[in-house]
């Protein structure tokens, strides 16, 4: 299981119960000290960063409390500020949000799957994405990860290699040919028999445009199916490169009943698997070409 985040949890370990029970706020609407000290000593927020968040409640406030006045509302303070509840809920969503930008951060590039919400009652949206695998930085329609959206209180579980499914792996991969792709790493089985330890793959532009040029007739939308059904779910066991060592032959099949191809670099002196070739063969290639390998054998 990896690394996970889950907003509601998150909150009952940073937030001061004491908000709950007396507010954030005294009497004449200035902050406590003593909580927001608390606040930014739990969180990555800066004193700065809360200040002017809550602040910008206090001027609401004052401007209800003004019209409950000037309508002749005994209780005109009391009534505008409704026991802080609405400052209490935007410090929490302010909180969350600010946490998620740092763990994006933290894990920037890496894939992670999106967790039910903690919420009485969550967005229908959202629970369409339960159980989901996204790149960092992708989400909802609109982009949002977890936590991102005012109010949403679904989690992130962060993803290594090992926490997903080889179909997860093929439906997340995404490749752009106007900067470096990254793919998740390879599977347990096939890291064990390629004796490597675990690392993100990366398509890098180059090789891509390289590609291209050798392969016109692999269409763009070719690409990811040939690449996923190879690397994650492969016919046979990888098959090193005869010449140079640290390459390694990946083949998967595909639904025309085709092979997908991918020569994959697994030096281990750089930070990641490098894809060095794509291409797609038909039977009779594919068949020669396992000749010609254990013949060489």
Avoid at 51 to 77: C, H, M, N, P, W
Wanted: hydrophobic residues 30%.
């Amino acid at each position: 299981m990896g690394q996970r985040f889950d907003p509601q949890m998150w909150l009952k370990r940073v937030f001061p119960k004491g908000i709950e029970k007396s507010g954030l706020l005294n009497d004449k609407l200035e902050i406590k000290k003593t909580y927001l000290k608390a606040l930014v000593r739990a969180t990555a927020v800066s004193q700065r960063q809360l200040t002017q968040e809550i602040y910008k409640t206090v001027d609401f406030y004052l401007e209800k409390e003004a019209r409950l006045k000037s309508q002749g509302v005994k209780a005109f303070k009391q009534e505008a500020l409704n026991g802080q509840a609405l400052l209490t809920e935007r410090i929490k969503n302010f909180l969350v949000y600010c946490e998620v930008q740092e763990q994006k951060k933290a894990h920037k590039g890496r894939m992670y799957r999106w967790l039910p919400s903690s919420a009485k009652e969550p967005d229908p949206e959202h629970q369409l994405l339960y159980g989901k695998v996204f790149r960092e930085g992708e989400g909802d329609k609109d982009g949002h990860m977890p936590g991102e959206r005012w109010g949403c209180q679904c989690g992130i579980e962060w993803l290594d290699g090992e926490d997903m499914t080889p179909q997860e792996k093929i439906e997340s991969i995404k490749i752009d040919f106007r900067r470096n792709s990254f793919l998740p790493g390879l599977n347990s089985k096939e890291l064990k028999e390629i004796g490597a330890k675990s690392k993100e793959i990366v398509f890098k532009r180059s090789t891509a445009a390289r590609n291209k040029r050798v392969h016109p007739e692999l269409k763009r939308r070719e690409y990811e199916p040939i690449t996923g059904r190879a690397l994650y779910k492969p016919i046979l066991p990888p098959i090193q490169d005869i010449k140079k060592k640290n390459y390694w032959h990946f083949i998967g099949e595909l639904k025309d009943h085709k092979k997908g191809f991918v020569l994959l670099d697994t030096d281990p002196k750089k930070n990641n698997f490098e894809i060095v070739h794509i291409l797609k063969m038909k039977e009779k290639t594919y068949r020669q070409f396992l000749r010609k390998y254990f013949k060489n054998k």
